[in-house]
């Protein structure tokens, strides 16, 4: 779990990066289940990233019992992101970033409550925690932060190509202020962060993968005042850190009735907002 210290820095900063996070075995486990699993790849979805590229994706919305939902519901992850949003959390969504090499798509400037905000969530108490599956590095397009951008609130955003983009005027001046970390991180690292924290990464033109876990939680007082493509509070049934190791390659392939994908067409957080060539 994370620490007092970790956690205050997180309030600070708007994330914290904790090495190791996940063990060499828990990483490698879930690695080799989503390289094995037909269906992760049969559900994923490109999203133009407005700079000619095109990032892959699969996005599911309850955590179900594959390997996956066990990572997203075991104490560790789940008791850190009620420490850090201050009581009780649900499952907000998972994703699996198939950043692939020299054809994975870049991310554009945004904060996730860019999106978020479109799904008719009050309050900014939302956080994600980025799994490295694959080591993340600036030349395989690891994600990038402004440090403190989570201070500015949440920014206005338009689509650029599919995605949620921050206005562009707004992140330039917060470039100017505020540090850009390159969050390298080794498989098992974990970078937790602030749903208004502004993200960005690069297209990935090296030869090697960089795929990542990434879980998103709201907290359950923060319950969406209507009814969205992402869940509605729903209790979370947390398990043992064991139960990573226990579960073993237990992949979507094998068993993905409880999990709810959400493809691409019911995705309407980014969809909502106007293109920049319209507006
Ligand atoms: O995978 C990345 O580099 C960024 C992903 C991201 O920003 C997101 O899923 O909101």
């Known amino acids: 779990m994370l620490t007092a210290n970790q956690v205050a820095d ?31 790849d049969a559900q994923s979805q490109g999203r133009d990233d407005g700079e000619g590229g095109n ?32 009581g009780e959390v649900y499952h907000y969504h998972s994703k699996m ?16 409550y860019g999106y978020w905000y479109q799904n008719n969530v009050l309050f900014p108490l939302l956080s994600s925690v980025m799994i490295a599956v694959d080591p993340a590095t600036r030349e395989n397009g690891c994600m990038q932060v402004l440090k403190q951008s989570h201070l500015l609130g949440r ?17 330039e001046e917060a ?15 974990a970078l937790f962060f602030h749903c208004n924290l502004l993200h960005r990464s690069d297209q990935n033109s090296s030869n090697q993968a960089r795929w990542t876990l990434i879980c998103c ?19 979370l049934e947390k398990v043992d850190d064991s139960a990573i190791l226990k579960t073993g390659l237990k992949r979507f392939e094998d068993d993905d009735s409880q999990v709810v994908w959400m493809g691409e067409k019911s995705d309407q957080s980014a969809k909502s907002l106007q293109s920049l060539d319209k507006s």
Not at 55 to 84: D, Q, T
Not at 97 to 110: N, Q, R, S
Request: aromatic share 8%; hydrophobic share 35%; charged share 25%.
């Open 10 to 40: 997180y309030h600070r900063d708007g994330y914290i990066i904790a090495p190791q996070f996940l063990s060499a075995k828990e990483i490698d486990l879930i690695g080799r289940a989503a390289r094995q699993d037909r269906k992760l």
């Open 217 to 235: 939680y709201n907290a359950a007082r923060n319950n969406p005042y209507q009814e969205s493509h992402h869940p509605s509070y729903t209790p």
């Open 155 to 171: 920014v206005d955003h338009n689509l650029v190509g599919e995605q949620a983009g921050a206005n562009l005027e707004r992140v």
């Open 55 to 86: 990032v892959r994706l699969s996005l599911w919305n309850h955590p179900g019992n594959s390997v996956y939902g066990m990572v997203a519901r075991c104490n560790r992850v789940v008791n850190s992101m009620e420490k850090i949003l201050e």
């Open 175 to 189: 470039e100017k202020r505020l540090e850009k970390i390159y969050c390298e991180m080794d498989p098992g690292d």
């Open 97 to 112: 970033i198939l950043k692939d090499a020299k054809v994975g798509g870049a991310w554009t400037w945004h904060q996730d």
